[in-house]
């Protein structure tokens, strides 16, 4: 019923969206990540079910149910979400990367238990691809939606990640805010748009605030085609 009622706004788009962490593998019982939950994310991709779009979801095992008719692909380091998304983004009308992608990854991936030794450790770490930025690249590239989890100069940052990845709109939030942060069910978000102007949400569940980000875009995307 309520599908029939709601304006099934984005009937006929397919959107990528990329959720929560990346693990980067260190040996076969150790990885790094971050505090990434993935809720963000699945609720972009529930809403956008909801909206009436074909939803691929690119994630690791976050411990959150995929929704339904979401078409999963599961990765587990920033390298996995590369090559999902490259591969997939050719369909999307518009790509979506809430993930938090690690940055950097160990150098050397050991294929046996470290064992402990004398002293400190260092271990080498080398940057990954950043995944927005090469699709920013991209002739053919989608409407893109980034995402900025800041813990200061929240506009200045988010601005500056718009123009360096060329991506159409910055969703950033500022974690060490009260309701912002990472495991919660809500967030405080502000989208950065490429004319310059940006616009902030209240906070909001995490739902509601993943259907004013696609509300948003839906408008961004009609202004363009006219
Ligand atoms: N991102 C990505 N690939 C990476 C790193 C980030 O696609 N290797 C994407 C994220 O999914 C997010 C956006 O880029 O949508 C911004 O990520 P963020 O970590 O805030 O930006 P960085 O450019 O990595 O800068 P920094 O971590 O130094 O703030
Ligand atoms: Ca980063």
Do not use: C
């Not at 599908?3 to 990528?16: D, M, N, R």
């Not at 991709?45 to 008719?69: F, N, R, T, Y």
């Not at 927005?132 to 980034?146: A, F, I, N, R, T």
């Amino acid at each position: 019923e309520y599908f029939k009622e709601s304006k099934q706004e984005l009937k006929g788009k397919t959107i990528l969206i990329t959720a929560g962490p990346t693990k980067e593998i260190i040996d076969p019982v150790r990885y790094l990540t971050n505090r990434s939950s993935g809720k963000m994310g699945y609720a972009l991709a529930e809403e956008a079910v909801k909206m009436g779009a074909q939803v691929i979801l690119v994630s690791g095992d976050v411990g959150l149910k995929i929704p339904d008719q979401v078409v999963h692909v599961p990765i587990v380091s920033a390298q996995d979400m590369f090559e999902a998304v490259m591969k997939n983004y050719k369909h999307a009308d518009i790509v979506i990367k809430s993930a938090a992608v690690a940055d950097y990854r160990p150098k050397e991936v050991f294929s046996q238990k470290m064992k402990k030794k004398e002293g400190n450790l260092v271990i080498e770490l080398e940057r990954t691809k950043d995944i927005l930025k090469e699709l920013g690249l991209k002739q053919d590239k989608p409407y893109l939606v980034g995402f900025a989890a800041e813990t200061e100069k929240v506009d200045e940052y988010a601005w500056g990640k718009l123009e360096r990845k060329n991506a159409d709109m910055i969703v950033a939030n500022d974690v060490s805010k009260e309701g912002a942060g990472f495991a919660g069910d809500t967030n405080i978000v502000t989208m950065y748009k490429k004319n310059h102007t940006k616009r902030a949400l209240p906070l909001l569940s995490k739902n509601e605030t993943a259907k004013a980000i696609l509300d948003e875009v839906i408008q961004e995307i009609k202004k363009s085609d006219q």
